[in-house]
């Protein structure tokens, strides 16, 4: 049941569903995106975006990688079947998504 409900609390925000959105579609052919890269594509506050990344990784769709003080998020790999269907749902919405702005690539990434 507290799975149940953590994933169903996290896609009940329009923000978070862009998030996983954007990362099922650029994560496919750039891999894991930096915070930074998701802040300067989704034009979000960062603090903001933090809070969003964590319930989505808190009810398992994100996988974190740490590298020094950067954080890069992707969907996870092995999703459970609620969190796989909410997804393949989320991608038939076919929302207008903005370009992917690989700024970490770029070193403009600041804390």
């Known amino acids: 049941m507290e799975d149940f409900l953590k994933i169903t609390g996290a896609i009940n925000d329009e923000s978070r569903i862009r998030i996983l959105a954007f990362l099922a579609q650029h994560c496919q052919k750039q891999g894991m995106l930096c915070v930074c890269d998701l802040q300067a594509s989704l034009d979000m506050v960062q603090s903001r975006l933090s809070r969003h990344?964590?319930?989505?990784?808190?009810?398992g769709f994100l996988e974190l990688q740490r590298q020094g003080?950067?954080?890069?998020y992707g969907i996870k790999?092995?999703?459970?079947?609620?969190?796989?269907?909410?997804?393949?749902?989320?991608?038939?919405?076919?929302?207008?998504?903005?370009?992917?702005?690989?700024?970490?690539?770029?070193n403009k990434c600041t804390k």
């Open 53 to 59: 990344l964590k319930i989505l990784k808190d009810a």
């Open 69 to 72: 003080v950067w954080a890069y």
């Open 77 to 106: 790999k092995d999703l459970n079947g609620f969190c796989k269907d909410a997804l393949k749902h989320i991608e038939l919405l076919n929302l207008p998504l903005p370009e992917l702005k690989r700024i970490s690539l770029e």
